[in-house]
């Protein structure tokens, strides 16, 4: 058994990891690289062997190269948790468009030839993922708890050993989506180490810290901003405000302000997918409750609206809370509010999610005094604020955890999806529980 990696191992982009056994091959994710990972996208390693394609999830630094991989002539399965298979050509629309210039009739094309390859698979079911039923490769998809459809990877060789691909674990006890639990075996476990270095804040303390800010910017009037990822971080913000007016701890009639098309459709499905929400999140929809879907959030649809928003806020200086795409600030409607109401030091920016270096969110997060939008220098007087409590991956804690909770331990320990200094922390708090760890 080999593993390569052909993105992802020493970064937190572009997630890509191959398995070979017995003459046969599996590719497990293929995703975009971002912010200062700079490596072309084309793909650079050969296809021609691999028998399938599995999906953790559908986070663009996991699924953002497979336009390239279909146009390198990839025509096996793609396997991934029905959820999954709904967000990814969601999730690629906007790429086809940015990155390879395709709309319309040519986007929509290549939208239903991946749609053509998805193989929906149901959590904790056993799947032979190659064409040798009896001494070929089988996968089982578990949940992560990261986003909807999230999942670890269970692949089964020929010689019955296990080997577990996490992607992107979540931390434990957040309210919109159960914790992952440990598999029963793990032969060779291949983990992502995100925050491995790092203890979040609980969840208790993220919604004590989010009504804080609201309050202050209810005090000095000015705009929130909430750069968010339109999978995961979105709906735990949309959930965690819901709480703060259901329990009257912030006023009822504060606008917010969803404007993110790609976020409002992947809401959606996260409605439609209830069945995978957490015991917590289950409940508030049986007394009624609707966390995703309050009266007081405003879906702004079209551009023009959008535009007529930020000179609106940028005139008034009114409070709102607005949460926006892209995460990173590296496109996307947040652009336009951040060149707005930058210069404003009634604003707040909460950053609710990882910063990837070189990105203008990296930099925003590292209190710079002047970015660069548009080609204009734009000079930064609002108020920055990072909240550990609402990243989707695991911490420290919960990937050690993780890890203990499989028996007997993992052989070997292959650390992925980190930067240089979190694996190399991570490995030496692994080595000291006996455990072995690869970076």
Not at 144 to 166: C, D, K, T
Not at 420 to 430: E, T, Y
Request: charged share 20%; aromatic share 6%; proline share 5%.
């Amino acid at each position: 058994m080999e593993i390569f990696h052909h993105g992802g191992k020493d970064t937190v982009t572009g997630s890509c990891h191959e398995l070979r056994a017995n003459n046969q091959a599996i590719l497990i994710d293929c995703g975009m690289f971002q912010g200062a990972d700079t490596r072309p996208l084309d793909i650079e390693f050969s296809i021609n062997h691999l028998d399938a394609l599995l999906l953790t999830h559908s986070h663009i630094d996991h699924i953002g190269r497979l336009p390239w991989l279909l146009t390198s002539g990839f025509n096996q399965p793609i396997y991934c948790s029905e959820a999954t298979a709904e967000l990814v050509p969601l999730m690629l629309e906007d790429s086809l468009k940015l990155q390879l210039g395709l709309t319309g009739k040519k986007a929509e094309q290549f939208l239903n030839r991946i749609r053509r390859l998805l193989h929906p698979i149901n959590y904790n079911q056993w799947l032979p993922v190659t064409q040798d039923l009896e001494s070929g490769l089988w996968a089982r998809f578990q949940p992560a708890g990261h986003i909807l459809g999230s999942a670890y990877i269970e692949v089964r060789l020929p010689n019955q050993e296990v080997v577990v691909f996490s992607g992107d674990l979540g931390p434990s006890n957040t309210p919109l989506l159960p914790d992952p639990v440990p598999p029963q075996r793990a032969d060779h476990l291949i983990i992502e180490t995100t925050y491995s270095n790092a203890i979040h804040e609980d969840i208790a303390t993220r919604s004590k810290r989010l009504r804080q800010i609201i309050e202050r910017s209810l005090l000095n009037g000015g705009v929130i901003l909430i750069p968010a990822f339109s999978v995961g971080r979105t709906q735990e913000l949309l959930f965690d405000i819901e709480q703060l007016i259901f329990s009257k701890k912030i006023e009822v009639d504060l606008p917010i302000i969803l404007d993110s098309p790609m976020a409002q459709r992947v809401t959606q499905s996260y409605r439609r997918f209830k069945q995978l929400w957490g015991q917590e999140a289950k409940e508030r929809l049986g007394i009624k409750r609707h966390p995703l879907a309050f009266e007081q959030c405003i879906m702004v649809q079209d551009y023009r609206a959008h535009q007529r928003l930020v000179n609106r806020l940028k005139s008034t200086g009114e409070p709102a809370i607005v949460v926006a795409a892209s995460g990173m600030c590296q496109g996307g409607r947040i652009m336009d509010y951040l060149k707005a109401l930058l210069p404003d030091k009634r604003t707040d920016i909460i950053f609710a999610g990882y910063q990837a270096k070189g990105t203008l969110g990296h930099s925003l997060q590292q209190q710079a005094s002047s970015v660069i939008i548009d080609d204009e220098n734009i000079c930064v007087e609002a108020e920055i604020h990072s909240m550990s409590g609402y990243s989707a991956h695991a911490d420290k804690a919960d990937l050690i955890k993780f890890i203990k909770g499989i028996s007997p331990p993992p052989k070997i320990i292959h650390l992925v999806h980190g930067e240089p200094k979190a694996k190399q922390h991570f490995a030496s708090q692994l080595a000291a529980q006996g455990l072995n760890a690869i970076k």
